[in-house]
């Protein structure tokens, strides 16, 4: 019988989504080689209910991504006390990793949706009369794939 391979770091790239995507795993690995690991992962909300395939992200919600590790045969992860674990730089928490035993370990990575990226885009804002209300009727926003409310002019301040 063969000497196991003991892994003592942890160490996982996660592209981290974009508002209006959907769940998938292009792109995520653990350990730069993998050698002697697998992983699953999950895509869930803050309070760990697992997203739908085709959910979309959205803007200023906490998710989770829950990386479901274990080890392949002869290896084994060190004690738990010597392990490091390391996500997109960032050392985690202990009260985000659950060390299951020498052999599996989920790691819970906590992140926000990169916002939605736009570029060059024109706003059509009617010039109120004197003795108008306050109205957002009549604003047009002219950009592909951009979506808004009438809170978000609300956020933008402009001068006129």
Known sequence: A????????????????????????????????AIGIDFDIDWCYEDGIILKENEKYQYGVTYLCVLDIKTEENYMFS???QMSFVVNGTVIPDEM?????????????EFKPNPIKIGDF????????V??????????????????????????????
């Open 2 to 33: 063969s000497a196991l391979t003991t892994i003592s770091d942890i160490n996982a790239m996660i592209p981290i989504p974009t508002v209006g995507e959907t769940p998938t795993d292009e792109g995520v690995f653990v350990n730069g080689k």
């Open 79 to 81: 004690n738990e006390y």
């Open 122 to 129: 024109d706003v059509t804002i009617p010039v109120p009369t």
């Open 131 to 160: 003795g108008d209300h306050p109205t957002s009727l009549g604003l047009a926003v002219g950009a592909d794939n951009v979506a808004y409310t009438e809170d978000d002019f609300k956020k933008v301040n402009l001068t006129i």
């Open 97 to 109: 990793v659950d060390y299951r035993s020498y052999n599996k370990i989920y790691i819970n990575y």
